[in-house]
């Protein structure tokens, strides 16, 4: 199922990543963490879709994606760092793996936060946000998506890695198993992972050798 919606608003969140609010069709729902294939209604773009998280919550009466754009070639996110108010996407059918099972520790690098945006967002609508924890790497602090709503939501549970900038006033550590042996205190609880294929595949068998249960490693398979 193909719709096409307008896009309301645009907006950079850091230097390259940019946040769309997009009209909502009617009856067009969503569980937060889940994703669509997005593309845009321009001739030339309309068949080349990509994956993206919603980021809003499902009772907004608006889309939210917050999509990391690379400009460096002419891909599906060099086009959307172009387009503005007025312009049209068309969105897809919902489909995605990665849902809140219960309290943990999400892990993420770079735009793999964007799942857990919404998931957090629904927690701390709730109230339910509890003893959650975020573990969150990028290559430097200007690549920080959404830095203070994430410390305003989680406080202290908010835990930025910074890989490749050494000035940095957060955790220049790289997340490995030294890493979360000496962070995570309970492997018990459910682990939710995003990010780069490769992180993602060597931090789950990392987990796994630590004694997470693989029934609660959560990540899009």
Not at 97 to 108: Q, T, V, W
Not at 135 to 149: P, Y
Request: proline content about 2%; hydrophobic content about 40%; charged content about 30%.
């Amino acid at each position: 199922m193909e719709q096409i919606v307008k896009i309301l608003s645009a907006k950079y969140v850091t230097h390259n990543v940019r946040q769309f609010r997009l009209e909502k069709p009617a009856g067009y729902s969503f569980i937060p963490g889940q994703a669509t294939e997005l593309s845009i209604n321009k001739e030339g773009w309309r068949e080349e879709t990509r994956p993206f998280t919603f980021t809003c919550l499902n009772d907004d009466d608006y889309l939210e994606f917050t999509i990391k754009t690379y400009t460096d070639h002419d891909g599906v996110t060099n086009q959307l760092s172009k387009v503005k108010e007025g312009d049209e996407l068309i969105i897809r059918d919902v489909w995605g793996a990665i849902e809140y099972k219960g309290a943990g520790y999400f892990i993420a690098g770079g735009a793999g936060i964007t799942p857990f945006l919404a998931i957090l967002r629904q927690l701390n609508k709730d109230g339910a946000i509890g003893d959650n924890r975020l573990i969150f790497s990028n290559k430097t602090d200007k690549d920080i998506i959404l830095s203070d709503e994430l410390k305003s939501m989680l406080g202290a549970n908010a835990h930025f890695v910074i890989t490749g900038q050494k000035d940095s006033m957060y955790d220049n550590r790289r997340i490995d198993a030294d890493f979360l042996k000496a962070e995570i205190k309970d492997f018990s609880k459910h682990f939710y992972i995003c990010g780069p294929d490769a992180m993602v595949a060597e931090l789950s068998d990392i987990l796994g050798q630590l004694g997470a249960d693989s029934d609660s490693v959560v990540f899009e398979r």
